[in-house]
T-cell receptor, first 110, second 115 residues
Framework: RKEVEQDPGPFNVPEGATVAFNCTYS??????FFWYRQDCRKEPKLLMS???SGNEDGRFTAQLNRASQYISLLIRDSKLSDSATYLC???????????FGTGTQLKVEL | NAGVTQTPKFQVLKTGQSMTLQCAQD?????MSWYRQDPGMGLRLIHY???????DQGEVPNGYNVSRSTTEDFPLRLLSAAPSQTSVYFC??????????????FGPGTRLTVT
């Protein structure tokens, strides 16, 4: 089983839609969780950290479910500019290593 | 504040050639790392450094060397290029302490093709 798994998509949604992605992780000792955004042929950029209590940043909401070992990203009122690949990143407890998922591709259409 | 810079942006090598990918950051970050990104594989860690003079191997270190003589620079050397090293290479840095620890900043990447 991969350490971090994501549905590759693509998720094709109309502008204004709400879309959610999940990411599962295998190491129950994982301690830090992040969502990164990567545009086509560009570098990954941090979108948001994921806190235990869940957190929101504008149209984006991230949640952590430790019991089921997954994190989620919810995007409300999708914009064309949200089209990108979203990478889930997990840090196992006690170490420096960050493990990246392969990403979920989102395409927002008119 | 340029963040993380990488050169070159594109490179084509012949099998057996060697070259150095340059990486520099101006954020005074202690932690720097090199990743490669291949389709369907995600980002994989090649080498990393927790500070000047200290380097260690990641999950795919074979065929690559690194050194860290200053906080700012972290070059990646390909010793004898192979077609399997065709990939996009990203350098990243992050602070090692404070609330933003583990929040990585990536350079724009180097697209390498080995023929």
């Amino acid at each position: 089983r991969k350490e971090v798994e994501q549905d590759p998509g693509p998720f094709n949604v109309p502008e204004g839609a709400t879309v959610a992605f999940n990411c599962t992780y295998s190491n129950s000792a994982s301690q830090s969780f992040f969502w990164y955004r990567q545009d086509c042929r560009k570098e990954p950029k941090l979108l948001m950290s994921v806190y235990s209590s869940g957190n929101e940043d504008g149209r984006f909401t991230a949640q952590l479910n430790r019991a089921s070992q997954y994190i989620s990203l919810l995007i409300r009122d999708s914009k064309l500019s949200d089209s990108a690949t979203y990478l889930c990143v997990v840090r196992a407890g006690g170490g420096n290593k960050l493990t990246f998922g392969t990403g979920t591709q989102l395409k927002v259409e008119l | 504040n340029a963040g993380v810079t990488q050169t070159p942006k594109f490179q084509v090598l012949k099998t057996g050639q060697s070259m150095t990918l340059q990486c520099a950051q101006d954020m005074n970050h202690e932690y720097m790392s090199w990743y490669r990104q291949d389709p369907g594989m995600g980002l994989r860690l090649i080498h990393y450094s927790v500070g000047a003079g200290i380097t260690d191997q990641g999950e795919v270190p074979n065929g690559y060397n690194v050194s860290r003589s200053t906080t700012e620079d972290f070059p990646l050397r390909l010793l004898s290029a192979a077609p399997s090293q065709t990939s996009v290479y990203f350098c990243a840095s992050r602070p090692s302490t404070g609330p933003a620890t583990y929040e990585q900043y990536f350079g724009p990447g180097t697209r390498l093709t080995v023929t």
